[in-house]
């Protein structure tokens, strides 16, 4: 259903891969709602060609850009602002990769060029993206900058690797510039710290399935979906929530609060009983 939530606003979103992307389905609801917007993704990931058949149906423009390389963003944020017509509302920031998980490499042998690497593309993107739409002064009044995070940030995921610590410096990314983009434009900025999704990056995390069945009966909302999170973000881009900033936000169905649940026990309890 649609709200007009975002009619007349201009944004660039990052990271559709496919259908199954967090950013695929925000630009799906950001479309919807009556927002004009720019696609961007690295070359290798255009090349694979899913994108094209999103910005044919979103009637948006597609932009290369490597996240990680100033130059791409230099124009990416001029070029969309051409294309747009004007400053921009919201920028979603749907990135992440890690090659230490990529190769297989256990937290405790970490690869350290991999480990740059991957806090480049993950985390110092953000501020880099940042850094570019700042100098440029390329948000309007009221904007919302939003980053996608997850809770291994706060708590032990053992198999989330390097992307915890990739997320932890994320989110804080989000409340330093936060503080900036908020004095100096009235912009804010947010991270949404979602639920396990079946998505390309999330499905890279080793024994993914079973921690996807663990937060569905851990969460007493279940897991939150990609679409449900698209929803979310677009509240975020819309003018209800032009108060919030410097959050990291928990949309997960209530698992971060959780201790155990009785669902859990019961199915430790039988496991203890084989
Ligand atoms: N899937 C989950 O379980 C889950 C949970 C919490 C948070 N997140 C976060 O959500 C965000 C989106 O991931 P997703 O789950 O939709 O998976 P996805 O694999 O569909 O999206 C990741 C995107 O990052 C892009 N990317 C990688 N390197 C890049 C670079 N150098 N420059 C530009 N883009 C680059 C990929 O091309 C891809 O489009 C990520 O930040 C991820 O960590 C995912």
């Not at 679409?227 to 919030?244: G, H, P, R, W």
């Amino acid at each position: 259903m649609s709200y007009n939530l975002l009619k007349g606003k201009r944004g660039i979103i990052f990271g559709a891969l496919d259908e199954n992307s967090i950013a695929w389905k925000t630009a799906e609801r950001a479309h919807e709602e009556g927002a004009k917007f720019v696609l961007t993704n690295a070359p290798v990931a255009l090349r694979m060609g899913g994108i094209k058949e999103l910005a044919e149906k979103t009637g948006s423009e597609l932009i290369a850009a490597d996240a990680t390389n100033m130059e791409d963003l230099e124009n990416l944020i001029e070029k969309s602002q051409e294309i747009l017509g004007g400053k921009l509302d919201f920028v979603l920031h749907s990135i992440g990769m890690s090659v230490n998980v990529r190769k297989g490499k256990h937290y405790t042998e970490n690869n350290y060029k991999f480990s740059e690497k991957g806090w480049d593309i993950s985390a110092l993107s953000f501020h880099k993206t940042m850094q570019v739409l700042y100098q440029k002064e390329a948000m309007n009044e009221w904007g919302s900058i939003l980053a996608l995070t997850y809770m291994a940030a706060q708590r032990v995921f053992p198999d989330y690797n390097d992307m915890a610590d990739n997320k932890a410096y994320l989110e804080s990314i989000a409340r330093s510039f936060g503080y900036f983009f908020g004095e100096k434009f009235k912009v804010r900025v947010n991270t949404i710290s979602q639920s396990p999704t079946p998505t390309t990056a999330g499905s890279g995390v080793k024994g993914f399935d079973g921690f996807l069945k663990y937060a569905e009966e851990m969460s007493p909302l279940g897991n939150a979906s990609a679409d449900e999170c698209a929803d979310y973000i677009i509240s975020m881009f819309s003018d209800l929530t032009k108060k919030v900033t410097l959050q990291n936000l928990f949309h997960d169905g209530g698992f971060s609060n959780m201790g155990v649940s009785d669902k859990i026990m019961k199915a430790f309890e039988k496991g203890l009983e084989k």
